[in-house]
């Protein structure tokens, strides 16, 4: 065979698959970068709606949560997305202002997440708390407050991430805020020397920590679960704050602009089944919004329980995060 001939055989296998793919609908998923990494739940939720679909998932990392929702802002009914995945409560009124978001079709039978659940348009997917998780082999005087971190050795760090483009971060500003009030400028203020680096997103934050720059790393009650079950360690645990720890609840959406309603619809609706559900704990290392049928996975029933569940309503907490954004600003930059 010829190279000529070679070429024209590529060139028309070359064709043939992309002729194939087209004839498939596409649903294209912006969410954040740990969702679609190879340790995350993409590649295995992408694979299971797949093949019950008859379509192409395309999950598209696009930063961390309160990221993901501003390039959807600036991309507006342009954007190729037809699902937001990875906003939470705190960004849900925000999100909603841009008009950007439109209801779902069908709600599920139950929800398991520990509040009462209304809204039409944001489906919730997972949820836990945020906390600062630290090396158990390396801290003893474990602080079990704010005030308690504040009051740590000079030299004892922590990383945490930006409000302004991480949901953890901007978590991280409610929980302080619904939990010391008017004195959140004074917390801020002792927290400051203790803040090693503030990173824009979680993963770049949790990185840091285990490669052992920080003490501590804003997290979850659910991340020393990760260490437990994929790699048998458990020297990774959440510290308990006395106050209480605020709840995350994560949300999808579907775009109004999207040319494909009835696939995004189902989506949604697969994301709430048992399937999309069991691979939430030991992937997005979350509590899964619907228990899946075999419960959850053994080494969570060694994860901290918070003595107090802090959540700001999300209309509410919207109008907290401009002045605790300030406040927080005003700390950091002292």
């Known amino acids: 065979m010829n190279k000529l001939t070679i070429l024209a055989a590529g060139l028309t296998l070359a064709l043939a698959i992309p002729a194939h793919a087209q004839d498939l609908p596409k649903l294209t998923v912006y969410t954040y970068d740990s969702f679609v990494s190879d340790w995350g739940p993409g590649p295995s ?4 709606f797949e093949a019950t679909c008859e379509c192409d998932l395309d999950l598209v990392g696009a930063g961390d949560g309160a990221a993901l929702l501003t390039r959807l802002q600036l991309e507006g009914t342009r954007t190729e997305a037809d699902i937001a995945l990875g906003l939470d409560t705190n960004l849900i009124a925000r999100a909603n202002a841009t008009g950007l978001f439109t209801n779902y079709a069908n709600r599920p039978e139950r929800l398991d997440v520990p509040i009462t659940w209304t809204d039409d348009t944001f489906l919730p997917y997972d949820w836990g708390y945020f906390a600062f998780v630290y090396d158990n082999t390396k801290i003893s005087n474990v602080p079990n407050s704010f005030e308690a971190l504040i009051a740590m050795p000079d030299d004892f760090k922590i990383v945490i991430q930006d409000p302004r483009s991480s949901t953890p971060g901007l978590g991280l500003l409610l929980w302080v805020k619904e939990a010391y009030g008017d004195r959140a400028p004074e917390i801020w203020a002792g927290l400051a020397p203790k803040i090693l680096t503030v990173t824009a997103g979680w993963s770049e934050a949790y990185g840091m920590f285990t490669d052992g720059e920080a003490d501590m790393v804003l997290s979850y009650t659910t991340s020393p679960a990760y260490h437990i079950i994929a790699e048998g360690d458990e020297t990774k645990s959440a510290a308990k704050f ?20 009835k696939l995004a619809d189902q989506f949604l609706e697969f994301m709430t089944s048992n399937e999309f559900q069991s691979i939430i704990p030991t992937t997005n290392w979350m509590y899964p919004a619907v228990i899946p049928t075999n419960g959850l996975p053994k080494g969570f029933e060694k994860l901290i329980t918070p003595s107090k569940s802090l959540i700001i309503s999300a209309d509410k907490a919207q109008m907290v995060r401009d002045e605790a954004l300030a406040e927080w600003l005003t700390a950091l930059s002292q």
């Open 242 to 261: 006395d106050e209480g720890h605020y709840m995350q609840i994560e949300v999808a959406a579907k775009l109004a602009s999207t040319d494909q309603p």
């Open 45 to 48: 939720i992408e694979k299971a």
